[in-house]
Every structure is written in C-alpha cells, then in structure tokens.
Nanobody
Framework: EVQLVESGRGLVQPGRSLRLSCKASGFTFDDYDMSWVRQAPGKGLEWVSTILVNVKVTYYADSVKGRFTISTDKAKNTVYLQMNSLKSEDTAVYFC??????????WGQGTQVTVSS
C-alpha cells in the first residue's frame, strides 16, 4: 500500500528557513511525479510545487518561486521541500502527494508549518 509520511513541522520566524521531508513507500518512486500542496487556515488547498522525479524537472507556484526548492533523494524514496525566506502567508499544513492522471491519488498526513514572530 502506498504510504507518504511527512516530517519537518515547526514554528519559525519570518525570514527563516525550514525543510520538509516526505518519505514514500509502497510504489516505485521513480515512476511517479510528486507534489507539495498546502492548506492555510480557513482556506482551500493550494498547489505549491511538483517535481517530475525521473527527470528532475520542477514547477512552482508564483507565490513560492525563488524561495522554495523541491528535490528528491531516489535512494531514500524521499521528496524534500526547502523553504527559505518564509513569510507569515506560508503558514499552512503542508502535504506531499503522489501524482496520477493529472491529479493526486495518494496523500501524506500533513505537517504543520507556522511562520510567526
């Protein structure tokens, strides 16, 4: 069974950095694309970033472009989200998700990121 487990939650001050991890199991990691999606308090899901794992091509939402970096470690079946220059607007629950047929078929449990002074 597919399982995605996020880690890296935390409370961080604006301007600081945080790295999230998502360890995958139950499928061939290199065969699928992976994304990060977030949900801010009182708001809906917002796509953040996607990586085409096999070719390491990346995509970012305009709101995080230049600040966030998505990457993978294929040997560890893990996808990362490096978040720099964090803003209060980045406060959200962050989910990693497995991409299938232009949507998401598997989700992690989510990890809380709070950016506050």
């Amino acid at each position: 069974e597919v399982q995605l487990v996020e880690s890296g939650r935390g409370l961080v001050q604006p301007g600081r950095s945080l790295r999230l991890s998502c360890k995958a199991s139950g499928f061939t990691f290199d065969d699928y694309d992976m994304s990060w999606v977030r949900q801010a308090p009182g708001k809906g899901l917002e796509w953040v970033s996607t990586i085409l794992v096999n070719v390491k091509v990346t995509y970012y939402a305009d709101s995080v472009k230049g600040r966030f970096t998505i990457s993978t470690d294929k040997a560890k079946n893990t996808v990362y989200l490096q978040m720099n220059s964090l803003k209060s607007e980045d406060t959200a629950v962050y989910f990693c998700a497995k991409v299938m047929n232009y949507g998401f078929d598997s989700w992690g449990q989510g990890t809380q990121v709070t950016v506050s002074s």
